[in-house]
């Protein structure tokens, strides 16, 4: 199950928001788009189609599983991919582009969370960790393969072949591998010891039960705990996504040939490996959201090096301090959430917040772009997105986890 999560972060995540990037400066020279235009496609898709839909996917991921989530939105990142390599209008790749967001919420961050969260227990901090690696080498992976192709082939060829990629492999890894739960073959989750002899019953006592979850959402969203990682998230992967959607257009503008701009892009996430591997480790063992805002503040504190981007020095320490603190970014919010809401209704609460935070995910790429357009210079963005990342860290750092199920969760047992 963490093979088939790190597979799906590898490509769903690491191709599609890593590896998009790549191709920016390519759409810039050849459909003349505008860098706000370049964010605005995938603002569009995450605040006004996305965000119900993944509140609607936490939903059928409680109730039928990720493993069928996953499948759908898999068609949708694959095929979306695949027409970018015909169009030439800029509504078809907002549209495009909102049929790439709602395939990310289904096999992205939110359904591998879950699947990975209902396999462990005792040691899902580092299974987190180890599934989150596929999203960093992914990322890493992806501008240093990109670029050649698009060179050898075109950028519409290349983003063709990885769209096809991601269907050929991904497709039946979900089909036939991935399971929901472990209950789906006879399991129990990692931790949980067995209470019956098994000679006596196929299904442990522990997994016999059949729960219903009735969601108040009122109650979800009347917890401060709620609004507080939402907020905190919201605010540092704002961050993240503005520095990763413009980091290769700033290294253009500052002179930098593609070729190095796109190593200096798979630096950083290559560096993210070490710190998902850390980040998994410290989870199991210290305070989880003392660790995530303490990874939150290194990062937002590294974006201040991008100042001096014309040093190349600079860019590459940028590149290694950003990307080690880059591990956090994501695994830290299913552990954290588990911990304040529990296992049974996680499914809801993780699609309420990393549906909110992808608006932020994507509203600060446009604002960036915007800015960028105005002023000719990334400067007040940089300065922008300091302020964000340290104010996420800080509200992060005043959560007040309760490892235990809210008032949200109403059982039926048959």
């Known amino acids: 199950m963490v093979l088939a999560a790190f597979l799906n972060l590898f490509f769903t995540v690491g191709v599609m928001f890593y590896g998009l990037p790549v191709f920016y400066p390519s759409l810039v020279e050849s459909l003349r788009f505008t860098r706000a235009q370049l964010s605005t496609g995938f603002l569009l898709g995450f605040a006004f189609v996305a965000l119900p839909v993944g509140i609607l996917a936490g939903t ?14 898999i068609w949708l990142v694959g095929l979306s991919l695949v027409l970018m390599g015909s169009m030439t209008r800029l509504w078809e790749f907002y549209l495009l582009c909102t049929m790439a967001a709602v395939g990310y919420v289904l096999s992205g961050p939110i359904p591998n969370q879950v699947l990975v ?8 901090g580092r299974a ?24 050898a082939f075109g950028w519409r060829h290349a983003l063709q072949i990885a769209g096809s990629t991601i269907l050929v492999v991904l497709f039946p890894i979900a089909r036939w591998v991935t399971k929901s739960k472990p209950d789906d073959l006879h399991l129990l989750p990692d931790g949980v ?39 905190g998230c919201m ?11 413009h980091l290769i257009l700033l290294l253009r503008d500052k002179g930098y040939p593609l070729k190095l701009a796109s190593h200096v892009f798979s630096a950083m996430l290559a560096s993210s490996l070490a710190g998902r591997v850390i980040v998994g480790y410290l989870a199991d063992r210290r305070s989880k959201k003392n660790v995530m805002a303490l990874f939150y503040f290194l990062l937002a ?30 695994m830290l919010i299913p552990l954290l959430t588990a911990e304040c809401f529990g296992l049974s209704i996680l499914g809801t609460v ?31 963005a940089w300065g922008i997105m300091v302020g964000a990342g340290i104010l996420g860290a800080a509200i992060i750092y005043t959560i007040s986890p309760v490892e235990t199920a809210p008032p949200a969760v109403k059982e039926t047992v048959v």
Do not use: C, E
């Open 235 to 245: 605010l540092t992967i704002g961050a993240i996504g503005a520095v990763t959607q």
């Open 117 to 124: 969260a209902n396999w462990f227990r005792m040691k899902r």
């Open 301 to 330: 504190s590294s974006i201040s090096l991008l100042f001096l981007s014309s040093h190349p020095v600079a860019v590459w320490t940028f590149a290694l301090i950003f990307g080690f603190a880059l591990g956090a970014d994501y």
């Open 193 to 231: 010891a067995p209470t019956v002899d098994a000679s006596i019953s196929p299904r442990p006592a522990a997994l016999a039960k059949n729960s219903t979850p009735g969601i108040d959402f009122k109650a979800i969203l009347m917890s401060r705990n709620f609004w507080l990682i939402l907020a």
């Open 128 to 151: 987190m960790g180890y599934a989150y690696l596929g999203l960093g080498l992914g990322g890493a992976v992806s501008p240093l393969v990109i670029q050649p192709m698009i060179q």
């Open 350 to 380: 993780l699609a309420l917040i990393v549906s909110g935070y992808s608006v932020g995910q994507w509203v600060a790429p446009w604002v960036a772009g915007r800015i960028f357009d105005a002023y000719h210079s990334y400067d007040l």
């Open 60 to 73: 059928l991921i409680d109730r039928l599983g990720a493993q069928k989530v996953i499948s759908v939105g």
